[in-house]
């Protein structure tokens, strides 16, 4: 009896134990089961999110899941308003050369570290050279840049070796935020950056806190705390924003009906800088007949695959921009939803009986396989048998877009500020997993490049577009919407062309 | 008096645990020969139909409108043979194993059995986690993960049951008159293990169908767009607050199964335990 | 006894060791390359070479078990690719929410098991005795995260009893604390207690018929105190055993509870690090769990020991 009564204490003690050592303490004053205080003072935002970004380091990875984060954390040279607009930020003014190849920047002389340094020219210089070395991700983006001269403390200037119309936005982009050398060895959980909040805490698993930058040289942001709470499961996402313990969530199509009409919650909605596209592998010897493709495409009803994978919240696309890009030319009616025709195209491709052919799904995207889905059960209608594999994000990586070793796949690209960098990758050279073998872009992409009047480059782009609504190295079907769902209290929330969070402009009413 | 209504309780549970499994097995088997509808076919124009709706779709639809009752029907197919299959497969290698240590004392049963021991410090979920990572999910990828979690419980059983019985004295009999050990084997060790291992048997049954339904679940198991009781569960959670009855029919089946195989494999080690007091 | 706790210890080396090399081993096998993941779409083939020397993924297999190993005894699990923090802290971090929603699960099951199991065994064949039979047979039958779900909904969002998902360290609120993993450990238990009522049932019957039970009535000491005293601390062994090893594995085996509650514990970790492919964390992950499981079964057969006088004699016998 004795041995049991020990045996009993000691897991007491093991479980107090265990409570007490649970996390260090956090600021909370967020989680509680009351709805929402409407008082003026409420300066925490309490947002859901379901992938913990992979480390805070904005040069050491291409994860969507961190720029969210590090978009509050650091600055970049310049930013993106939600309508495409470039905007000044550490950079305060540029000049283009003449011949296009040159950029120089006037930074501003106001700005500090969070551990208090002032910002410098060199520290420009600094982080565009990590940029390109070689454990950056985007290493790749930024060959063009040859040279970097700092000027004196607050002016800099880049080269380039090409000319490219479009170089300014890529200074916009969240990798190219300003990092102070002195903290880099720990930029991945210790992030130090000029931004308009702080990194609080980061419990990986749990929560990322951030905290106001009193000393942020722009306009301070109206949040005192921003917390964001790890919830993998969308169900508990929206039971959290019900029961009043988030106050903004990302909201996926079938979860808006449970919200929209409802006056105490709002939704917010807006097609995404990026595509869903049926990504076809060219080299195989069934795909690279045209006439196959273009079947292919004739016979999906890009509708009820919108309708089935987005719940309708998604763009119809006929080619490689999305809807919101300013170069969008809506090239829906090229190959439209016709399964007869597609049968006759089969059948003039040789392929009467259909064929077997593999699809690579990327598991972690549920709108990928969803869409997936739904076109292996519209392929199957005209014959062609598709054997559906769901694998993990990694390997996908690892197979699909790195040893390019696929047939078919469903993915999305996050669009770019400009269409050529989007667009690049079918030149027939481009040793992407994807592109267009016949070459028929090839000259206006490098037009497009050096196009210096507007409206003759959309015009390119528009030819672009259309040859690839054609041709099909890929059938492009939507671009689908970003959506939060917030309590109706929640203002502020903007929906940007590049993948990111912005929490300096959300208050509460 | 009260002696009677034990066996009645048990023999009941074991009956209740037959109805349960051959129903299970008759849909397998209807199966083969109708199903109301084809059970991968979409038709996003009818998705989330309710049970209660339509009399069309007598459980309803799912999110890509797909026969519920159909999905059902095929899904009991993978079910028995991912839970069948890798209980057989894994109880033949256990048992063999098993056999073989026991008859091996030294170096080489030794050493089987630590590798036993080793195998099943792996926390079960854990285990299937790992092996379907290496061998890739899907139908066989399950098979394989859940056969080799299986392999050490059969093989210390056998172990212990063999070395358990060595010195039995029929055994003994038997050896001098110079029946080679395989003849020892088969005719006497097997027939004495086979209640306990057919109890096991089952049971294990029981345990695999719930560890393949987890791993769809977790999205390591059978693999869209077949149908898996776990995975059409799994499918459900997205939608489970605005349309619950998504997870109703797949819940039943996995709990009426796995719940039925548990019952036979404890009426029979109840009869088996009257058996051996008997005896 | 010295040589039972001994040899006792030595086969948890050989197991732990054996264990390490299946977890390296299973591992390392596992397609994609790590470094190919940590780089993204857009990086250069030479760049994701550069990295994965520089990872040691060059090295020869032995090579590389043996770095591992000896870090491993150093309790030096790596960092992680993920998240960049050593594994070991990442660990450190997850192990309370894991451990209090284990420990509380069991202490529930072993509640309700207990007290459903005396019962049965005392009254055999009443209703309380159909009735802990059937739930028993139900419980383990029932997908814990389909009733996770249904707790959610029901307790959760209807009733709104506990929060629907999400952990409060203790160290915030206790009650917040409490109420956080209560769902979470109810589901769990459900799941464990069916095994360990049944054991629980037939120890005490079987402990209700010896002898001595008997020689007690005779004594003429009350029914309460007979089962209380003697039936209960003969019937003890096997559901301790039992005990032990559920915790173990519960301790392994939160995952998919922890996915639906939104619980930060080992578990989540575990099935992160597969699906980022982040073998290191992976490995020390697997290594950690299992280690504790071996821990946790040595201990409680040393325990059992101290409780059974009879495997004392079986030991200087042999």
């Given at each position: 009896?004795k041995?049991?009564?020990?045996?009993?204490?000691?897991?007491?003690?093991?479980?107090?134990?265990?409570?007490?050592?649970?996390?260090?303490?956090?600021?909370?004053?967020?989680?509680t089961?009351?709805?929402?205080?409407t008082?003026?003072?409420?300066?925490?935002?309490?947002?859901?999110?379901?992938?913990?970004?992979?480390?805070?380091?904005?040069?050491?990875?291409?994860?969507a899941?961190?720029?969210?984060?590090?978009?509050?954390?650091?600055?970049?040279?310049?930013?993106?308003?939600s309508?495409?607009?470039?905007?000044?930020?550490?950079?305060?003014?540029?000049?283009?050369?003449?011949?296009?190849m040159?950029?120089?920047?006037?930074?501003?002389?106001?700005?500090?570290f969070?551990?208090?340094r002032?910002?410098?020219?060199?520290d420009v210089?600094f982080?565009?050279?990590?940029?390109?070395?070689?454990?950056?991700?985007?290493?790749?983006?930024?060959?063009?840049?040859?040279?970097?001269e700092?000027?004196?403390?607050?002016?800099?200037?880049?080269?380039?070796?090409?000319?490219?119309?479009?170089?300014l936005?890529?200074?916009a982009?969240?990798w190219?935020?300003?990092?102070?050398e002195?903290?880099?060895?720990?930029l991945?959980?210790?992030?130090?950056?000029?931004?308009?909040?702080?990194?609080?805490?980061?419990?990986?698993?749990?929560?990322?806190?951030?905290?106001?930058n009193?000393?942020?040289?722009?306009?301070?942001?109206?949040l005192?705390?921003?917390?964001?709470?790890?919830?993998?499961?969308?169900?508990?996402?929206?039971?959290g924003?019900?029961?009043?313990?988030?106050?903004?969530?990302?909201?996926?199509?079938?979860?808006?009906?449970?919200?929209?009409?409802?006056?105490?919650?709002?939704?917010?909605?807006?097609?995404?800088?990026?595509?869903?596209?049926?990504?076809?592998?060219?080299?195989?010897?069934?795909?690279?007949?045209?006439k196959v493709r273009?079947?292919?495409?004739?016979?999906?009803?890009?509708?009820?695959?919108?309708?089935?994978?987005?719940?309708?919240?998604?763009?119809?696309?006929?080619?490689?921009?999305?809807?919101?890009?300013?170069?969008?030319?809506?090239?829906?009616s090229?190959?439209?939803y016709?399964?007869?025709?597609?049968?006759?195209?089969?059948?003039?491709?040789?392929?009467?009986?259909?064929f077997?052919?593999k699809?690579?799904?990327?598991?972690?995207?549920?709108?990928?396989?969803?869409?997936?889905?739904?076109?292996?059960?519209?392929l199957?209608?005209?014959?062609?048998?598709?054997?559906?594999?769901?694998?993990e994000?990694?390997?996908?990586?690892?197979?699909?877009?790195?040893?390019?070793?696929?047939?078919?796949?469903?993915?999305?690209?996050?669009g770019r500020?400009?269409?050529?960098?989007?667009?690049?990758r079918?030149?027939?050279?481009?040793?992407?997993y994807?592109?267009?073998?016949?070459?028929?872009?090839?000259?206006?992409?490098?037009?497009?490049?050096q196009?210096?009047?507007?409206?003759?480059r959309?015009?390119?782009?528009?030819?672009?577009?259309?040859?690839?609504?054609?041709k099909?190295?890929?059938?492009?079907?939507?671009?689908?919407?970003?959506?939060?769902?917030?309590?109706?209290?929640?203002?502020?929330?903007?929906?940007?062309?590049?993948?990111?969070?912005?929490?300096?402009?959300?208050?509460?009413? | 008096?009260?002696?009677?209504?034990e066996?009645?309780?048990?023999?009941?549970?074991?009956?209740?645990g037959?109805?349960?499994?051959?129903?299970?097995?008759?849909?397998?088997?209807?199966?083969?020969?109708?199903?109301?509808?084809?059970?991968?076919?979409?038709?996003?124009?009818?998705?989330?139909?309710?049970?209660?709706?339509?009399?069309?779709?007598?459980?309803?639809?799912d999110?890509?409108?797909?026969d519920?009752?159909s999905?059902?029907?095929?899904?009991?197919?993978?079910?028995?043979?991912?839970?069948?299959?890798?209980?057989?497969?894994?109880?033949?290698?256990?048992?063999?194993?098993?056999?073989?240590s026991?008859?091996?004392?030294?170096?080489?049963?030794?050493?089987?059995?630590?590798?036993?021991?080793?195998?099943?410090?792996?926390?079960g979920?854990?285990l299937?986690?790992m092996?379907?990572?290496?061998?890739?999910?899907?139908?066989?990828?399950?098979?394989?993960?859940?056969?080799?979690?299986?392999?050490?419980?059969f093989?210390?059983?056998?172990?212990?049951?063999?070395?358990?019985?060595?010195?039995?004295?029929?055994?003994?009999?038997?050896?001098?008159?110079g029946s080679?050990?395989?003849?020892?084997?088969?005719k006497?060790?097997?027939?004495?293990?086979?209640?306990?291992l057919?109890t096991?048997?089952?049971?294990?049954v029981?345990s695999?169908?719930?560890?393949?339904t987890?791993?769809?679940?977790?999205?390591?198991?059978i693999?869209?767009p077949?149908?898996?009781?776990?995975?059409?569960?799994?499918e459900?959670?997205?939608?489970f607050?605005?349309?619950?009855?998504?997870?109703?029919?797949?819940?039943?089946?996995?709990?009426?199964?796995?719940?039925?195989?548990?019952?036979?494999?404890?009426?029979?080690?109840?009869?088996?335990?009257?058996?051996?007091s008997?005896? | 006894?010295?040589?039972?706790?001994?040899?006792?210890?030595?086969?948890?080396?050989?197991?732990?060791?054996?264990?390490?090399?299946?977890?390296?081993?299973?591992?390392?096998?596992?397609?994609?390359?790590?470094?190919?993941?940590?780089?993204g779409?857009?990086?250069?083939?030479?760049?994701?070479?550069?990295?994965?020397?520089?990872?040691?993924?060059d090295?020869?297999?032995?090579?590389?078990?043996?770095?591992?190993?000896?870090?491993?005894?150093?309790?030096?699990?790596?960092?992680?690719?993920?998240?960049?923090?050593?594994?070991?802290?990442?660990?450190?971090?997850?192990?309370?929410?894991?451990?209090s929603?284990?420990?509380?699960?069991?202490?529930?099951?072993?509640?309700?098991?207990?007290?459903?199991?005396?019962?049965?065994?005392?009254k055999?064949?009443?209703?309380?005795?159909?009735?802990?039979?059937?739930?028993?047979?139900?419980?383990?039958?029932?997908?814990?995260?389909?009733?996770?779900?249904?707790?959610?909904?029901?307790?959760?969002?209807?009733?709104?009893?506990?929060?629907?998902?999400?952990?409060?360290?203790?160290?915030?609120?206790?009650?917040?604390?409490?109420k956080?993993?209560?769902?979470?450990?109810?589901?769990?238990?459900?799941?464990?207690?069916g095994?360990?009522?049944?054991?629980?049932?037939?120890?005490?019957?079987?402990?209700?018929?010896?002898?001595?039970?008997?020689?007690?009535?005779?004594?003429g000491?009350?029914?309460?105190?007979?089962?209380?005293?003697?039936?209960l601390?003969?019937?003890?062994?096997?559901?301790?055993?039992?005990?032990?090893?559920?915790?173990?594995?519960?301790?392994?085996?939160?995952?998919?509870?922890?996915?639906?509650?939104a619980?930060?514990?080992?578990?989540?970790?575990?099935?992160?690090?597969?699906?980022?492919?982040?073998?290191?964390?992976?490995?020390g992950?697997v290594?950690?769990?299992?280690?504790?499981?071996?821990?946790?079964?040595?201990?409680?057969?040393?325990l059992?020991?101290?409780?059974?006088?009879?495997?004392k004699?079986?030991?200087?016998?042999?």
């Open positions: 009896m041995k049991i009564l020990s045996l009993l204490m000691a897991l007491v003690m093991l479980l107090s134990l265990s409570a007490c050592s649970g996390d260090n303490g956090s600021t909370d004053n967020g989680q089961t009351n709805p929402t205080d008082t003026n003072e409420k300066t925490e935002l309490t947002m859901g999110y379901q992938t913990d970004p992979e480390g805070l380091d904005p040069q050491r990875t291409a994860a899941s961190t720029f969210s984060i590090t978009n509050n954390i650091y600055d970049t040279l310049v930013g993106v308003t309508d495409w607009e470039i905007i000044p930020r550490l950079a305060k003014s540029w000049e283009i050369s003449e011949d296009g040159e950029i120089t920047f006037a930074l501003r002389d106001d700005v500090y969070h551990n208090g002032q910002f410098k020219a060199s210089e982080t565009f050279n990590r940029l390109k070395d070689a454990e950056s991700p985007k290493a790749g983006d930024y060959e063009n840049i040859v040279k970097i700092t000027i004196d403390d607050y002016n800099i200037k880049f080269s380039t070796e090409k000319l490219d119309v479009e170089l936005k890529w200074f982009y969240p190219t935020a300003i990092v102070p002195e903290a880099v060895n720990n991945k959980t210790e992030p130090v950056g000029t931004g308009a909040f702080k990194l609080k805490e980061w419990v990986p698993q749990q929560r990322i806190v951030l905290q106001r009193d000393n942020y040289y722009g306009e301070k942001a109206k005192e705390t921003v917390k964001l709470m790890l919830i993998p499961d969308a169900t508990s996402m929206i039971a924003l019900q029961v009043g313990d988030l106050d903004i969530i990302p909201l996926t199509g079938d979860q808006v009906t449970m919200i929209e009409g409802n006056p105490e919650y709002s939704v917010v909605s807006q097609p995404m800088n990026a595509v869903q596209i049926m990504s076809l592998n060219t080299n195989n010897e069934i795909l690279a007949n045209e273009q079947a292919m495409a004739m016979a999906i009803n890009k509708d009820e695959v919108i309708e089935a994978s987005s719940f309708g919240y998604g763009d119809k696309i006929g080619s490689h921009l999305p809807s919101t890009s300013p170069d969008y030319y809506d090239t829906n090229v190959m439209e016709n399964v007869e025709k597609a049968k006759e195209l089969l059948k003039e491709a040789g392929y009467e009986n259909g077997e052919i699809m690579t799904l990327p598991k972690n995207y549920q709108i990928h396989v969803d869409a997936g889905q739904v076109i292996a059960d519209q199957s209608k005209i014959g062609i048998k598709v054997n559906v594999e769901l694998v994000w990694g390997t996908w990586l690892s197979e699909v877009y790195g040893a390019k070793n696929f047939e078919t796949t469903v993915v999305g690209h996050t500020l400009d269409s050529y960098a989007f667009l690049k079918y030149k027939s050279d481009s040793d992407d994807i592109s267009l073998k016949t070459g028929e872009v090839d000259a206006l992409l490098e037009q497009a490049l196009e210096l009047d507007d409206n003759k959309k015009e390119i782009y528009q030819e672009i577009q259309i040859i690839l609504a054609n099909l190295p890929a059938i492009y079907i939507q671009a689908p919407h970003t959506m939060f769902g917030m309590s109706s209290n929640v203002e502020g929330m903007s929906i940007f062309p590049i993948d990111v969070y912005d929490f300096k402009d959300v208050y509460f009413k | 008096m009260a002696k009677k209504k066996t009645f309780y048990k023999n009941s549970s074991m009956i209740i037959l109805i349960l499994v051959s129903c299970v097995l008759l849909i397998c088997i209807l199966s083969y020969f109708y199903m109301p509808y084809e059970p991968n076919e979409m038709n996003i124009s009818d998705r989330f139909i309710k049970p209660s709706d339509n009399s069309e779709y007598i459980l309803g639809t999110n890509f409108g797909r519920i009752l999905r059902i029907m095929i899904g009991s197919r993978t079910v028995l043979t991912v839970g069948i299959g890798s209980v057989c497969i894994g109880a033949f290698i256990g048992i063999a194993l098993g056999a073989l026991a008859q091996f004392k030294r170096v080489v049963g030794s050493a089987i059995m630590r590798v036993m021991d080793g195998l099943m410090a792996f926390p979920i854990l299937a986690m092996l379907v990572t290496v061998v890739g999910r899907g139908a066989q990828g399950s098979i394989i993960a859940i056969s080799i979690f299986m392999i050490p419980t093989a210390r059983l056998v172990n212990s049951m063999m070395l358990d019985t060595e010195s039995l004295l029929y055994i003994k009999a038997a050896k001098s008159y080679t050990n395989m003849q020892i084997f088969f006497h060790f097997i027939p004495a293990m086979l209640p306990k057919i096991q048997f089952s049971s294990a029981g695999a169908v719930m560890i393949e987890s791993l769809s679940f977790l999205g390591l198991g693999q869209p077949n149908a898996s009781w776990g995975l059409m569960l799994s459900a959670r997205q939608f607050l605005q349309y619950p009855y998504l997870a109703v029919a797949p819940g039943i089946a996995i709990i009426m199964t796995v719940l039925g195989f548990n019952l036979i494999g404890d009426g029979l080690n109840d009869l088996l335990i009257k058996r051996r008997k005896a | 006894m010295l040589n039972y706790i001994l040899s006792r210890f030595k086969s948890s080396i050989v197991v732990l060791f054996v264990v390490s090399i299946i977890t390296f081993a299973v591992l390392m096998i596992i397609p994609g390359d790590p470094a190919q993941l940590i780089l779409t857009e990086a250069t083939p030479d760049v994701v070479q550069e990295l994965h020397s520089a990872m040691g993924l090295k020869p297999l032995y090579e590389q078990y043996g770095n591992w190993l000896i870090n491993l005894l150093k309790f030096d699990m790596g960092t992680s690719y993920l998240y960049g923090e050593s594994v070991t802290t990442l660990i450190l971090n997850c192990l309370p929410i894991t451990l929603v284990a420990l509380y699960s069991m202490i529930i099951a072993t509640i309700i098991a207990f007290i459903f199991g005396i019962i049965s065994a005392i055999k064949d009443s209703v309380i005795d159909y009735f802990s039979r059937s739930i028993m047979q139900l419980g383990t039958a029932i997908p814990s995260f389909w009733i996770g779900m249904v707790f959610v909904v029901f307790f959760g969002l209807k009733l709104k009893w506990f929060p629907i998902s999400g952990y409060v360290p203790a160290s915030e609120s206790f009650l917040g604390f409490i956080s993993i209560t769902m979470p450990s109810v589901v769990l238990a459900i799941g464990e207690f095994l360990l009522l049944r054991i629980i049932r037939s120890s005490m019957q079987e402990s209700i018929s010896q002898d001595y039970m008997d020689m007690a009535k005779v004594k000491l009350s029914m309460g105190k007979i089962y209380l005293k003697y039936a601390r003969g019937a003890m062994v096997a559901p301790l055993t039992i005990i032990g090893m559920q915790f173990a594995k519960l301790v392994g085996g939160t995952t998919v509870v922890e996915t639906v509650f619980l930060p514990g080992l578990g989540r970790l575990v099935l992160t690090a597969v699906e980022h492919r982040d073998i290191v964390l992976l490995q992950l290594m950690f769990i299992t280690s504790s499981v071996i821990l946790i079964t040595f201990i409680v057969d040393i059992i020991m101290f409780m059974n006088p009879r495997i004699t079986f030991e200087r016998g042999e």
